[in-house]
């Protein structure tokens, strides 16, 4: 419609006016002029409307086709259903008293679920091995975005705690006070019991695989600072690799000074005087927690600001690795950019400010970026080490900027959801859509049968040496019943039920299932 087609004046029609038929006439001009641009307006909004109408609908079908097409594992499209406070077992703590560990589940509930079924993300928090839990925001936010990608994710509860030294460390500050250990195999003994833990978690969900919908094919990893450590651990330190000797028995540790009672009473809801001093073999890596669910493949883990206290890169010819996301920060006070020692960049910070002395049992470490270093060294070498995606920022924050907003410098995730989302994408490349179970992780290439099986009084396992074997008996939910060092072993005060009994030999964890009538 063009403006000057419609331009009247009202005026100009009355000039000349002699007789009433001629008014009437003249405002019938009018009339039927006026009803013509109010036809004119009505179809010129019908126009517009139509147009408005028909870009709506066809955002609407080019969002609709873009949603129903969306590939799962990327996209969080799903509604999910979470249970928290699982019990996947019981084991010793560092203090040796029988610890109930506990995890959350999420999946999703309306999905298609694939043939071969659901991917599987353990998701394993921070915390210098002595604080941090599973409720974490990360670690939790993590654990609802997978499950809305199609995922069964968990976040795991691990043991915490480590023996502190008896004596006065002058750089303790408020809250802090367990930081300092009473040595370096504190650390170590740490870091073999949550990988204990989540090897533990993993093969719970797996004999649950029926009920989730799992794909024991697929498994994956994300951890953050110790939840690094530890999921590196699960992914790459196999059972013929040499063990560290702190994790075996070591001499005991004195009782603490009396003046970190409070604090470590408050930390771990116990008094100090029931803590059991010695510090035993903790075992293999492997774990005896819920042996029956063994059969699994990591394909991808992710290290957030973390790393390893020893190389667990040894060559396995054409064996497939799990393949590896690392990110961290270059001036990362907690844990070393590329090697050094675990919290030495506060103490050199502290040593620089205040004159405080090294904090005391601190590790050497290599972080995320010497861990790069060390794969591409052997790459070049000709050994096969596992495909990795690295990312780290340009961000050197100084000392103070750290301690006043850690957060967003540092030990910290500069854009959470950028990498989120480049986590998710490396994974996805990795996900076997094929339904295999292949190259599942084996603790005994060795069989051996429970004798008599079922039993009554006794169970008796024949082994090659029958002396130091850390015997442990334990029932379908992990918790332990008795132990011993040698076969026979009496069962009388067993219920009558299905149990397990592991013990060590040749550096290897044994199981083998018995019936009690």
């Known amino acids: 419609m063009r403006k000057e087609e419609h331009e009247l004046n009202p005026n100009s029609v009355f000039e000349n006016t002699d007789s009433i038929n001629d008014v009437s006439g003249k405002i019938e001009v009018l009339e039927n002029h006026y009803f013509s641009i109010r036809i ?49 077992g019981r084991d010793t703590n560092f203090s040796g008293r029988e610890q ?53 994710a968990a976040s795991i509860e691990y043991r915490l705690g480590m023996f502190h030294p008896k004596f006065f460390n002058g750089c303790n500050l408020a809250n802090y006070e367990c930081g300092s250990m009473a040595d370096t195999s504190e650390w170590h003994r740490a870091l073999h019991r949550g990988i204990q833990d989540v090897r533990g978690a993993i093969r719970y969900l797996i004999t ?79 774990g005896i927690l819920n042996p029956e669910g063994q059969d699994y493949k990591v394909r991808g883990v992710a290290s957030i600001y973390g790393g390893i206290m020893k190389d667990m890169f040894f060559d396995q010819g054409d064996v497939e690795l799990p393949a590896l996301y690392v990110y961290a920060q270059p001036n990362d006070l907690i844990v070393p950019f590329n090697k050094g020692y675990i919290l030495g960049g506060y ?40 495909e990795y995606k690295a990312e780290f920022t340009d961000n050197h924050a100084d000392c103070l900027t750290q301690v006043l907003f850690p957060q967003t410098t540092g030990h910290a995730i500069d854009n959470f959801t950028f990498r989120t989302k480049n986590i998710t994408e490396f994974f996805y490349t990795k996900l076997n859509t094929e339904c295999a179970n292949s190259n599942v992780l084996k603790w005994s290439e060795k069989s051996y049968l429970a004798i008599p099986n079922p039993a009554i009084n006794t169970i008796t396992v024949k082994t090659k040496d029958n002396a130091g074997l850390n015997i442990i008996v334990k029932d379908q939910l992990g918790t332990i019943r008795m132990k011993a060092q040698s076969f026979p072993v009496g069962i009388e005060t067993l219920l009558p039920g299905i149990y397990y009994i592991s013990f060590y030999e040749n550096n290897l964890i044994h199981v083998v299932k018995f019936s009690k009538i």
């Not at 590939?71 to 928290?84: G, W």
């Open 40 to 88: 004119d307006l009505f179809n010129y909004k019908n126009m517009i409307m139509k147009k408005i109408r028909i870009f709506v609908s066809f955002f609407v079908v080019m969002f609709c086709t873009q949603t129903a097409f969306v590939q799962p594992f990327l996209t969080p499209n799903y509604e999910i259903n979470r249970i928290d406070d699982v019990e996947y």
């Open 208 to 286: 649950q695989k029926e009920t989730y919908q799992i794909n024991p094919d697929n498994v994956f990893m994300i951890g953050e600072s110790a939840g690094g450590f530890i999921v590196m651990g699960v992914a790459y330190d196999d059972e013929g690799d040499p063990v560290d000797p702190s994790v075996l028995a070591v001499a005991p540790v004195a009782r603490p000074h009396k003046q970190y009672d409070n604090a470590c009473r408050a930390r771990y809801s116990y008094p100090i005087d029931s803590m059991l001093l010695e510090r035993p073999d903790l075992g293999s890596a492997f």
């Open 347 to 386: 103490s050199s910070c502290a040593v620089n400010s205040a004159g405080c002395p090294w904090a005391y049992g601190d590790p050497y470490a290599f972080g995320n970026f010497g861990v790069v270093k060390m794969l591409d060294a052997k790459k070049q070498q000709g050994l096969t080490v596992p």
């Open 100 to 152: 109930p560990l506990l995890l959350n589940i999420a999946y999703p509930i309306n999905d298609t679920v694939p043939e071969c079924g659901r991917p599987l993300m353990i998701i394993v928090h921070g915390g210098a091995f002595i604080t941090g839990s599973k409720q974490d925001g990360s670690v939790n936010f993590w654990m609802e975005d997978f499950a809305k990608k199609g995922y069964v």
